[in-house]
């Protein structure tokens, strides 16, 4: 009864090396989140999708880029993975931006590790 | 923009007891405030909410409390169990229903259940 899916659930790669982050959806929510966590902080929004409207956040690096094909997925890319991008990557929908169907749903999240 | 401080950044109470933890908020706009619980390396999950048109909400142990007035809203949890031991965050967001909706979080709340 999965609801937000993401694969890998584990990642490591090497520093520089592009690496793309899967996430995937069973509620058919028209917004799609993907956050950063790093430990013991809050989630940073890094981008949404409203429907397929891409909504960059000002501070969020070039190096993290999005695409989402269809309703169901949403992608993560780093082209660039530097030491400070490790961390966990979770992504999240929700039916609406606003109103009373805002509720954001999370997925399990990816960790990310750079060597 | 809106700006959501959370206090404490731990708390530490004994089993059986009371737990409070606040947040205020600067947008006097915010209408929509969550709480989410954070367990050690899982998702986020949504354990209550609630809208600018209340101001109280209530679910079996857990309560939140919203003064517009004063900006801020807290979470109370009575009966502590071990199982409550996470970290907890509050969150705010404005209905704007364009490309500037975001939910701002706060920093987050290490709660711990002593035995």
């Known amino acids: 009864d999965a609801m937000v899916i993401q694969n890998p659930r584990y990642q490591v790669t090497q520093f520089g090396k592009p690496v793309t982050l899967s996430c995937s959806q069973t509620?058919?929510?028209?917004?799609m989140y993907w956050y950063q966590q790093k430990s013991s902080q809050a989630p940073k929004l890094l981008f949404h999708?409203?429907?397929?409207?891409?909504?960059n956040e000002a501070d969020t690096p070039d190096n993290f880029q999005s695409r989402r094909p269809n309703t169901s997925f949403c992608f993560l890319d780093i082209r660039s993975p530097g030491l400070g991008d490790a961390a966990m990557y979770l992504c999240?929908?929700?039916?609406?931006?606003?109103?009373?169907?805002?509720?954001?749903?999370f997925g399990p999240g990816t960790r990310l590790l750079v060597l | 923009g809106e700006n959501v401080e959370q206090h404490p950044s731990t708390l530490s109470v004994q089993e059986g007891d009371s737990a409070v933890i606040k947040c205020t908020y600067s947008?006097?706009?915010?209408?929509?405030f969550p709480w989410y619980k954070q367990e050690l390396g899982k998702r986020p999950q949504l354990i209550i909410d609630?809208?600018?048109n209340v101001g109280e909400k209530k679910d079996q142990r857990i309560a939140v409390t919203l003064n517009k007035t004063a900006k801020h809203f807290s979470l109370h949890i009575t009966e502590t169990q071990p199982e409550d031991s996470a970290v907890y965050f509050c969150?705010?967001?404005?209905?704007?229903?364009?490309?500037?909706?975001?939910?701002?979080w706060g920093a987050g709340t290490k709660l711990i259940i002593k035995p």
């Open positions: 999240a929908t929700s039916r609406a931006r606003g109103g009373t169907q805002e509720t954001q749903y």
């Open positions: 509620l058919n929510h028209n917004v």
């Open positions: 999708y409203y429907d397929k409207d891409f909504n």
């Open positions: 947008d006097s706009a915010s209408n929509y």
């Open positions: 609630i809208r600018s």
């Open positions: 969150a705010a967001s404005t209905a704007f229903m364009d490309s500037n909706y975001q939910l701002i």
